[in-house]
């Protein structure tokens, strides 16, 4: 499967392969984060999210792992299809009831068939 | 579709006009919240409701926005005397009580003339 360990605006894989997706965060007081996939023109779609007091969480499809010593968010895609194309994004939140998600920077996940 | 619901989706405007955007949020949510999304970037926090009650603006948020929540449910963002730099993709997001997942939907996205 093809991974990265810096954050890169894009990444392009076959479908069936793996995808690793990360993210750095930017708040240690930080303790909720969540992933969103966001197609063109519509708005942010939920995917998974992970409590701090976690390293790990599985969803259909999809794992989120959290190293909160180097304050590292990333999310791996199994057997990634086509309607996986979108752009990702990463949100962290300070765990306040309300209070704003942070968004880190998108990565663009261009699958081909 | 029991998601959240933002009206209209586009809207083009001259410059120096006044402009509303609606938002209804998931029925049962109790939190609404308020971004801005320009071309190639994530979301940008603006603004938070916990039922009608206003409790967090970002810097963002400049004299010439204000948001309402008059009953609990709706929500609306105007912007008055509109800029150039104002366009951008306003997307509006819902979430229950306690941590949860901000549920968003797909925008209104502002052009400016």
């Known amino acids: 499967g093809e991974s990265v360990g810096l954050h890169l605006p894009t990444l392009s894989v076959q479908e069936g392969d793996n995808s690793i997706i990360n993210c750095a965060y930017s708040?240690?007081?930080?303790?909720?984060f969540i992933w969103y996939k966001q197609e063109s023109g519509k708005g942010p779609q939920f995917i998974i999210d992970?409590?701090?007091?976690?390293d790990k969480r599985q969803g259909q499809r999809v794992t989120v792992l959290l190293n909160k010593t180097v304050k590292h968010l990333s999310l791996q895609i199994a057997a990634t299809q086509p309607g996986d194309s979108a752009v990702y994004f990463c949100?962290?939140?300070?765990?306040?009831?309300?209070?704003?998600?942070?968004f880190g920077k998108g990565t663009t996940l261009s699958v081909s068939s | 579709d029991t998601g959240v619901s933002q009206n209209p989706r586009h809207k083009i405007t001259k410059r120096g006009q006044n402009v509303t955007f609606r938002c209804d949020p998931i029925s049962e949510h109790n939190r609404l919240y308020w971004y801005r999304q320009t071309l190639g970037q994530g979301p940008e926090f603006l603004t938070y409701f916990q039922n009608e009650a206003q409790l967090e603006k970002s810097r963002l948020l400049s004299d010439r926005f204000s948001a309402e929540r008059p009953k609990g449910s709706f929500s609306t963002l105007e912007i008055q005397r509109t800029e150039q730099g104002d366009s951008a993709m306003y997307l509006c997001a819902s979430s229950g009580t306690g941590e949860q997942p901000q549920h968003f939907g797909d925008g209104t996205r502002l052009s400016i003339l």
């Open positions: 708040n240690s007081a930080s303790d909720y």
């Open positions: 949100a962290e939140n300070m765990g306040q009831a309300g209070t704003a998600l942070i």
């Open positions: 992970i409590r701090s007091n976690m």
